[in-house]
């Protein structure tokens, strides 16, 4: 079976402005070498990748974690030593991925980070929000708005894409990001100002 | 990159969104259109020849664009190169919709997004951050200003 890579390797390059849910070193054991490699592993969404250096621009590789088990492993080799354990399609066990924090306080972050990673745990969350959302909106005489596109660009820039479309799109969410990064910390209500920023920068 | 086939293939085999058989025809040049089994589950879009138990393939449904194509199909691209499409046929406008949205719905950044543009909403209407009472208001994936410094 094909894993589509561009798609997989366009999300991973394209979402490196934006902080991931967890990234850090692990050591990773090697099946073939079984010493403990030094990795920088970055978490986002369902999906973990291991890089061999933090600023490398392809991942060496990439785990999915839906319906995989993590669990601390005692009596390791490595102290901080965890287990992430996915399925396989027969049921007869999964591959184990046998990694190790650099301490205790990594190993609770990244225990923690993983187990909340699946797509299914996320799409029940959804629905009840929604729908308090809707409610309130309706409650309030007030028109629902939508969650914000993927890009907002994508929405209104029309086919063929030339380079000088793109050109100027990207170089307007440079700008916009350069802006965000020179504002000074946020008001005394800090979540407005959040929203504000964020509205701005979708609606490029 | 290296990844772990049957991984994929154990996730290939879970339940599904929605599954259906339809004309794919890929993106490079001079492609033809084939029957497949086409399946989403969770943020991927695997696809199988019709007789088969493994997948021909699958697709991450992220920083993606799907575009419906005239009559009744639609279009997946990839954000960074939208030149590049998988083109699929339905037998119907309504299968046509169906998916679509369900395409669009599947994305894990989506529905991240939507989630954190819910809170705020439910937060600025009523004072309250309605992510408290699920005990995760503190979990880093739900937090806005995702940007790195």
Known sequence: MKLHQKPVLSFFRGCRTQAPDREGILLKKGTRNTSYQRRWFILRGNLLFYLENQADHTPLGLILLENSQVEPRLGATEPYAFTILTPRAEGTGGRAYKLAAENQEELGAWLWALAGASWRRLVVLLPPLEARYRELCQAAGKEPSSPPEDCGFLATLSTPYSFQELHEHFGKEIRVLQMVRRRPQASPNGSRSQVEEEQELNSC | ?149
């Open chain 2, 1 to 149: 990159m290296r990844y772990n086939e049957k991984e994929l293939q154990a996730l290939s085999r879970q339940p599904a969104e929605l599954a259906a058989e339809l004309g794919m025809r890929g993106p490079k040049k001079g492609s033809v259109l084939k029957r497949r089994l086409v399946k989403l589950v969770v943020n991927f879009l695997f696809y199988f020849r019709t007789d088969e138990a493994e997948p021909v393939g699958a697709l991450l449904l992220e920083r993606c664009r799907v575009t419906q194509e005239e009559p009744s199909g639609f279009s997946i691209s990839f954000m960074e190169d939208p030149e590049r499409k998988y083109h699929f046929e339905c037998c119907s406008e309504e299968q046509c919709q169906e998916w679509m949205g369900a395409l669009r719905r599947a994305s894990y950044e989506f529905m991240r997004r939507s989630l954190i543009f819910y809170r705020n909403e439910i937060q600025k209407m009523t004072g309250k951050d309605p992510l408290e009472q699920f005990g995760i208001s503190e979990e880093a994936r739900f937090q806005l200003g995702g940007l790195k410094a």
